[in-house]
């Protein structure tokens, strides 16, 4: 069908896994199809300023366990609302021509898109603009629609474990309340998961906002019962009852301007506040993003990857890759950005929560 050059880049913050989908996608192009392999640099950026080099076999051998992207990310890249400083100020302009005529330059006759919402709400846009073009579903956040899991967030969940692992023992001996902020965003996915299987006492999700007297209340009931300690997790886009997402900063340049960060600081002040005992508060930040994928990722990012390839040769365009039990389906790019996923309120994880005894501060 003539396919012979597909280029791959990776929107967005980065995420561990993506090296392994890189090298799925180039190894399987040149081994199966023969394909030439164009890596283009630092996500949309490159696309728009021209920074790519070919991919060959050796060129993906050995990275299937590094972190990070050989490729480099930018999470500012849009085509459709380029930054460009200007003497004192970021000027937005749409460069999404650019970007067209850079694929066309190139001799690509498709564009896999490692990416999350951001990068698929760009994908879909030079989707529309004639652009041949396939997504491959990352983030540690896990709340892209239609698929079950993301590539990242299982090990973004064993970080959290490992740190409230060695967090219990701090707390144990200081007697004291921890509070361990994860990532996340708008969704609760590391928090629960991470929370659950480090055996947080309280875990606060954006999905439900936290009365801050209830998660006292079940401290106290702790202390009463001779737990002289108690792990808080809370997720960076939880919020209280009737207030306000904690926000660190905002990024005029990117897709979803908010950063988040600093809940736990709330939370661990009202807590010391209403007991007393006293309280730390731990943001785990980067670290969940960074490092060596897990043995889960590396065969999810793996089979999406390949399975990228699949699509581009079948032609189907404006589809990604999506984990549905565990069978991986084609789903359109569209679907994935139809709504967040975020935890629903009847999820079966939610009711093992409550009936281990954690809190949900609800
Ligand atoms: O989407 C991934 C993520 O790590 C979120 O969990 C977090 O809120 C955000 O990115 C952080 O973005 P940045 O790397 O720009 O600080």
């Known amino acids: 069908m003539g396919m012979r050059r597909v280029g791959v880049l990776s929107g967005g913050g980065d995420c561990p896994g993506i090296n392994a989908v890189i090298r799925a996608i180039t190894k399987k192009a040149i081994l199966d199809y023969d394909l030439e392999v164009i890596g283009i640099h630092n996500g949309f950026e490159g696309l728009v300023e021209g920074k790519w080099r070919t991919l060959q076999y050796t060129d993906v051998s050995g990275i299937l366990a590094l972190g990070g992207t050989i490729l480099g990310a930018s999470n500012k890249a849009n085509p459709f609302h380029y930054p460009v400083s200007e003497e004192e100020e970021v000027v937005f302009y749409d460069y999404s021509q650019k970007a067209i005529d850079y694929y066309h330059q190139m001799k690509l006759d498709a564009l896999i898109c490692i990416g999350g919402d951001g990068t698929f709400h760009i994908a879909n846009g030079l989707l529309q603009k004639g652009l041949n073009v396939v997504g491959v579903p990352k983030t540690i956040d896990n709340d892209l629609s239609g698929t079950d899991l993301t590539f990242g967030f299982d090990t ?207």
């Open 156 to 362: 973004a969940v064993h970080v959290v474990t490992e740190a409230i692992d060695r967090i219990h023992t701090t707390a144990q001996s200081h007697h004291r309340v921890m509070v361990v902020e994860v990532m996340g965003r708008y969704a609760g996915w590391i928090a629960l998961h991470g929370g659950l299987a480090g055996g947080g006492d309280v875990i606060l999700i954006p999905e439900i906002p936290f009365d801050i007297n209830t998660v006292c209340e079940y401290i106290k009931n702790r202390i009463r019962s001779g737990k002289t300690f108690s792990i808080v997790v809370v997720a960076e886009g939880t919020k209280p009852k009737g207030g306000e997402l904690v926000i660190k900063r905002t990024v005029k340049e990117s897709h979803d301007q908010v950063r988040l960060g600093g809940v736990s600081y709330l939370v661990g002040e009202g807590i010391a506040e209403r007991i007393h005992l006293e309280t730390r508060m731990v943001i785990l930040g980067h670290l969940q993003r960074g490092g060596s994928p897990t043995a889960f990722d590396r065969v999810l990012a793996t089979r999406f990857g390949t399975a990228a390839i699949a699509l581009v040769i079948e032609g189907r365009f404006g589809y990604f890759p999506a984990l549905q039990g565990n069978h991986i389906v084609p789903l359109p790019i569209e679907e994935g950005i139809a709504e967040l996923k975020t935890i629903p309120l009847n999820s079966p994880l939610l009711g093992v929560a409550r009936s281990t005894g954690t809190c949900l501060g609800e």
